[in-house]
């Protein structure tokens, strides 16, 4: 009996230990953990739409700003593709004069394709070939050969003349046009004369240059009455440009007419559009374009519309605009095929915001956060129809007023989604 209570004792006394040293123990929790800048909670309507706290300390560091969407006129625009094209009068061919033998222009001097020549540029030489008959004349062919030399010499100095009597012309008109405007300086002419005076300069420059190129033309004419061979005949380019193709090689004989060469000028390219029959009427072809590459990170060139042949693809039920754009650095090529935005009719009252703050997710939705509250942002979905340099366009988006995050919203995004945890 007695060894029952001791037992019963004992146990009472270890229950009662262990309940004290319990009690014993400090009330205080453990550190707390450090508490996170940012915290995400999901929305009450939406399962897909989270809201953002952040800490005071955390928009200070992100540098957050933000900017209030707006209503403007925005112009309209639509983008096209187009097809890059040599303009018509710019692709000019090169055919033989005569019959003859082609020679290289210099020594070690070939022409290839692609090559970039400037006008009057020799590329080929020419042999001309006389008829055998030609090669022998007789008598009479001699007398006309002796008669066309007296008169061709008796031109070339008639020309020397008369551009010598230009040239003094255009001085005793520079000295006339001089005195004009002095004696109207001084306020003793008038302007009717002064105009007058130009007008005999232009006239007279204008003869003197025409006296000039009579001459030169007269000049080359060197056929050898004697012996009734001509001498070689240059051909050369007539525009600068590149050489789009070569029909012809050195060595080779050609009847007159033959092909020899293509060059085309590629400083300025049209831009053909195709566009739907039934948005034609909305285009403003009046105003430029704006042409790009396919590239993401091409360069916007502005273009000029310009009146050319109409043409249309009946097939397509399209008709084609075309557009001019300055190519002096090269940047197309024919038959390259760019993105064309051209200018709509009329102008439309736009939801815009800054084009930095529009998000774009995994599966292309737009994106922009909001500010909802202090140290609070909301992200909202947005229907971007097309951007500017600096602004997106908005079909669908926040309200006009609300604060739209622009510095920050990547930042926001990603820890909104966990990559910047």
């Not at 394709?113 to 042999?127: D, E, H, M, Y």
């Not at 292309?364 to 909301?378: A, C, D, H, I, K």
Request: charged share 25%; aromatic share 4%; glycine share 6%.
């Amino acid at each position: 009996m007695q060894q029952s209570r001791f037992y019963i004792m004992t146990a009472v006394l270890m229950t009662a230990s262990a309940w004290s040293t319990g009690c014993s123990k400090s009330d205080k929790p453990s550190s707390a953990k450090s508490e996170k800048p940012a915290k995400v909670e999901a929305h009450p309507n939406e399962a897909d739409i989270y809201r953002i706290t952040l800490r005071p300390e955390a928009v200070k560091r992100l540098q957050i700003s933000t900017v209030s969407a707006e209503r403007r006129p925005m112009p309209r625009t639509r983008s096209l593709g187009g097809d890059v094209m040599i303009p018509d009068g710019k692709r000019i061919p090169v055919t033989a004069p005569l019959t003859g033998k082609l020679l290289p222009a210099g020594k070690d001097v070939q022409a290839v394709a692609g090559q970039r020549v400037a006008a009057n540029q020799t590329l080929f030489k020419l042999t001309p070939m006389l008829p055998p008959q030609q090669e022998v004349p007789n008598a009479a062919e001699r007398v006309q050969m002796a008669n066309a030399r007296a008169t061709l010499v008796s031109s070339q100095i008639q020309a020397e003349g008369d551009m010598k009597q230009a040239a003094a012309q255009v001085e005793g008109a520079k000295i006339a046009f001089t005195r004009a405007k002095q004696l109207l300086a001084d306020r003793a002419g008038s302007r009717r004369q002064v105009d007058e005076a130009e007008a005999a300069l232009n006239v007279a420059m204008e003869a003197q240059k025409a006296a000039a190129e009579r001459k030169a033309l007269l000049d080359k004419l060197t056929l050898d009455a004697k012996t009734g061979e001509a001498q070689e005949v240059d051909i050369q380019s007539p525009h600068d440009g590149i050489l789009q193709t070569v029909s012809a090689r050195t060595g080779q004989v050609v009847n007159a007419g033959t092909p020899l060469f293509e060059i085309v000028d590629l400083q300025q390219m049209w831009i053909r559009v195709p566009v739907y029959a039934g948005l034609v009427g909305e285009i403003d072809e009046t105003t430029p374009a704006a042409v790009s590459g396919l590239s993401s990170s091409s360069e916007i060139v502005s273009a000029k519309p310009i009146p050319a042949p109409p043409t249309a693809t009946a097939l397509s039920a399209s008709v084609d605009l075309y557009y001019s754009v300055d190519n002096a650095d090269s940047r197309f090529r024919p038959g390259e095929r760019v993105t064309v935005r051209v200018p709509l009719k009329g102008e439309t009252d736009s939801l815009v915001v800054p084009r930095a703050a529009v998000l774009r997710d995994i599966y292309g939705t737009g994106w922009v956060y909001l500010q909802s509250g202090e140290n609070e942002f909301r992200r909202e979905r947005v229907a971007v129809t097309f951007t500017t340099d600096d602004l997106a366009v908005l079909s669908l988006g926040p309200e006009v007023g609300t604060a739209v995050v622009v510095d920050g919203a990547a930042e926001l995004f990603g820890t909104e989604f966990g990559a910047g945890k």
